[in-house]
């Protein structure tokens, strides 16, 4: 399949990396243009850890160019560039093609299934709970691949091109996907921004003073305990939907098979087992500015939705917010424009159905 990725980040070169070992042309476009310069011009795009070698990726100068002719879209880049990369796709989507978002953040997929509706077009839109891939760029030309997961969790839209989203989205990256009946069970499964808070939050100097730490090692049973707190609050929006997701610990048993146990115990035991993944070393990170207004605020404003307490997600949000000295919430502009659709809780509902 020739496959677009939207994106020039660490999924989206891994992805590339992925794609191309498994028999498919990658073709990356950066919004900016910036990252994807010197792949431009020739380089290599060089990947070690579990996707290893050097991979030869089209680069495409604009979006157009970067659709024309794909079979699949690979939706690869942070949550606050999902609305604009969606604005920009939608007019050069054709009927026929497949797009997946990796990972599912902030209803997107609702999002973008209705601009593809109001052109009459036949696109599948599938949601990934999460990244198929964990991985850092480590240059402009490489990217260190840490982990291909064993299962991910995923939904499509419409619900009637349900075996079309997954039959593409096994055909690009393998028999790993667990397909759930509706999106925002996938939504709700997504268990990045619960895990990047109580780890942010706890290791925060860390993250500004620049040092290197693994998130393994600092994911201490206090930290475990805090992050298995988080995600009760989680747990109870999706019961209150009617939804079934995984659990903080049987997402993490999953992943790496290890044994279901406390969060702590199981970083401790990954710990010893593994190279060790580094945490952020910057305060300019995903871990807080993307999965906290797309992540967090997202929970809050479901939680209001079905009269489910999210005291822990709401002080996330408080606390970052003040640790930046602005407002993060502001930063989410997919959730805005759905509410200004008209989603509600009877539309969740019957999304959910």
Not at 16 to 44: C, D, F, M, Y
Request: charged letters at 15%; one cysteine or more.
């Amino acid at each position: 399949m020739k496959v677009a990725i939207m994106g020039a980040g660490a999924i989206a070169y891994a992805s590339a990396a992925l794609l191309i070992q498994n028999g498919h042309e990658a073709v990356l476009w950066s919004p900016s243009g910036r990252r994807t310069t010197a792949l431009a011009q020739g380089k290599p795009l060089r990947s070690e850890g579990v996707v290893a070698g050097e991979f030869k990726p089209t680069i495409a100068t604009d979006c157009a160019s970067a659709l024309a002719g794909a079979d699949a879209i690979l939706i690869a880049l942070p949550a606050n560039g999902h609305k604009a990369v969606m604005d920009a796709m939608a007019p050069h989507l054709v009927s026929g093609q497949t797009v997946v978002i990796s990972s599912h953040a902030s209803l997107g997929a609702v999002y973008l299934a209705r601009l593809i509706a109001d052109r009459g077009l036949d696109i599948p839109v599938a949601a990934l709970s999460t990244t198929v891939l964990r991985a850092r760029q480590t240059s402009d030309t490489s990217v260190k691949v840490a982990t291909l997961r064993g299962k991910v969790d995923m939904s499509t839209l419409p619900t009637d091109a349900a075996e079309r989203g997954l039959t593409v989205c096994k055909a690009l990256f393998g028999d790993r996907f667990r397909a759930i009946s509706n999106v925002l069970a996938v939504a709700l499964s997504n268990v990045n921004p619960q895990s990047h808070m109580a780890l942010a939050l706890c290791n925060f100097t860390r993250m500004e003073k620049a040092e290197a730490w693994g998130q393994s090692e600092h994911m201490t049973m206090a930290v475990g305990s805090l992050l298995e707190a988080i995600d009760a609050e989680r747990l109870a929006v999706a019961k209150a939907f009617g939804v079934e997701v995984r659990t903080m610990r049987e997402h993490y048993s999953l992943t790496y098979g290890v044994p279901d146990a406390p969060l702590g115990e199981t970083a401790a035991l990954l710990a010893s087992r593994q190279e060790p993944t580094l945490g952020p070393a910057t305060i300019d990170t995903r871990y807080t500015l993307e999965d906290v207004p797309f992540g967090l605020l997202p929970m809050v404003t479901l939680g209001t939705l079905v009269g489910v307490a999210t005291p822990l997600h709401e002080a996330g949000l408080a606390i970052f917010s003040a640790l930046y000295g602005r407002d993060l919430s502001v930063d989410n502009d997919i959730l805005p424009a759905l509410l200004a659709l008209g989603l509600d809780r009877a539309s969740l509902a019957a999304i959910a159905a």
